[in-house]
């Protein structure tokens, strides 16, 4: 009997497209289908070998001399919630957490269209309708669930979409009430998020990419401890010894399976 680790993955390069985290740079993508019978096992893989998840593919950037996309994920049994993130917590201490299935609602898009169009109104997203929306929460092969925080109201605050991994929870996105500023729903979806992978007993919280210099990615390096991969290895993100950004070669680094 032939296992999953012996099949054959197929791989695809998308066309180069404007880079949409730092200036003047070109993105290139590899693709794999995750649409298989071992979807799971196979975004397990990916995943620990850097890749993310949209939609039925499994993704991972291959720029040419260029590897600022660092990615990144929390050991969430070891971390250390600072004094503002505690705060965050305190704040958001009136706040129930719910894990549904991954059903899009008129009411969750509403609230993802206010976050868009406060946080990202001239990101690749902004155009996004209902029928978009629905089809990123919905089309999924993976074990996929919606997570949801409600005040006692049940009002929606903010949602955060998940993976469940072998080794730990990916967040694929988040997104959270413009309006209130002062409640830090980001940096509490996150740790909210640490908390539920530690409940389900998993290792680790997967944050996507780290870029740095690009401002809107910089929060997930205030997350510690948090671990990179590179080289084909995750290790401890030290602050005060930035990563060297360029590649020599223009593929993931390490082993997949």
Known sequence: MTSSQDRPHFFYTAPPGACPYLPNRIERKILVDLATPEANFLHSRLSHAGFRRSHTLAYAPICDGCSACIPIRLPVRRLTPNRTQKRAVRRNADLTRSLLPPTATDEQYALFRRYLDSRHSDGEMAGMSMHDYRIMVEETPVDTRLIEFRTPDSTLMA??????????????????????????????AILSLAELAVQMELPYLYLGYWVPGSPKMAYKERFQPAEILRHGT?????????????????????PLF
């Open 234 to 254: 995750w290790q401890k993100l030290d602050l005060n010894q930035p990563p060297q950004t360029e590649r020599a070669h223009p593929f993931p680094e390490g």
């Open 159 to 188: 949602a955060s979409l998940i993976d469940v991994l072998e080794d730990g929870l990916s967040a694929v996105y988040s997104f959270y009430e413009p309006d209130c500023p002062q409640r830090s729903l980001g940096s509490f």
